[in-house]
């Protein structure tokens, strides 16, 4: 059973930046592509970042481009999040997210979920 634990969330001031963790267990963490996604109050769960198997692929959404970072650590079966400059429209339950297959791109289709870190930006 694949598991994954999000970690890292809380609370900071606009322009401070957050380091979000995932940590994955009970499977192969290098087979897959592992996304980062986001759901405000009142709002849909929204695709934030996801990185390749082996990290050299990587996607952002528009609204986080050259703020975040995604990047992982096969050999700690961890993925992570670097989020810099951050804004109170960042405030989010973020989630950790898994898949094998990319058929259908970065953005959708995953099959493993964490239970979500909040992340609250206050202005």
């Known amino acids: 059973q694949v598991q994954l634990v999000e970690s890292g969330g809380g609370y900071v001031q606009a322009g401070g930046s957050l380091r979000l963790s995932c940590a994955v267990s009970?499977?192969?963490?290098?087979?897959?592509?592992m996304g980062w996604f986001r759901q405000a109050p009142g709002k849909e769960r929204e695709f934030v970042s996801a990185?390749?198997?082996?990290?050299?692929?990587?996607s952002y959404a528009d609204s986080v481009k050259g703020r975040f970072a995604i990047s992982r650590d096969n050999a700690k079966n961890t993925v992570y999040l670097q989020m810099n400059v951050l804004k109170p429209e960042d405030t989010a339950v973020y989630y950790c997210?898994?898949?094998?297959?990319?058929?259908?791109?970065?953005?959708?289709?995953?099959?493993?979920w964490g239970q979500g870190t909040q992340v609250t930006v206050s202005s």
């Open positions: 990185v390749s198997q082996s990290g050299l692929m990587t």
């Open positions: 009970g499977s192969t963490f290098s087979s897959y592509i």
């Open positions: 997210a898994g898949k094998l297959s990319y058929s259908r791109g970065f953005e959708s289709d995953y099959d493993y």
